[in-house]
């Protein structure tokens, strides 16, 4: 089991910045991607950022020159640096690792989740 723990999110004005975390605990061994999606009122849950075990990251389009994602692996802590930002990047934020877990007969990937993190943006 995996529990992570996100802080970081709050009020700010459009243009503003932020810095969310997330550290994750317990069985972290064998952690493969670490990532950031945010879920609007409405809207599905979509992907902003992630970061494999070889440090390669991977962005949104929407998100991309101003959301920056950083992995410390000695601290099982994932980063999200959020510049420039927009009211249309208010969400709830939520922590995300895949973690290679063996299941009987085979090895599968399991994914483990925040309790998820407010950015609201004012205008």
């Known amino acids: 089991q995996v529990q992570l723990v996100e802080s970081g999110g709050g009020l700010v004005q459009a243009g503003g910045s932020l810095r969310l975390s997330c550290a994750a605990s317990?069985?972290?061994?064998?952690?493969?991607?670490m990532a950031w999606y945010r879920q609007s009122p409405g809207k599905q849950r979509d992907l902003v950022a992630r970061?494999?075990?070889?440090?390669?990251?991977g962005y949104a389009d929407s998100v991309k020159g101003r959301l920056t994602i950083s992995r410390d692996n000695a601290k099982n802590t994932v980063y999200l640096q959020m510049t420039s930002l927009k009211p249309e990047d208010t969400a709830v934020y939520y922590c995300?690792?895949?973690?290679?877990?063996?299941?009987?007969?085979?090895?599968?990937?399991?994914?483990?989740w925040g309790q998820g993190t407010q950015v609201t943006v004012s205008s």
């Open positions: 995300n690792v895949v973690r290679l877990e063996w299941s009987s007969t085979a090895w599968r990937t399991r994914d483990y």
């Open positions: 317990g069985s972290t061994s064998r952690i493969t991607s």
């Open positions: 970061t494999g075990s070889d440090g390669t990251t």
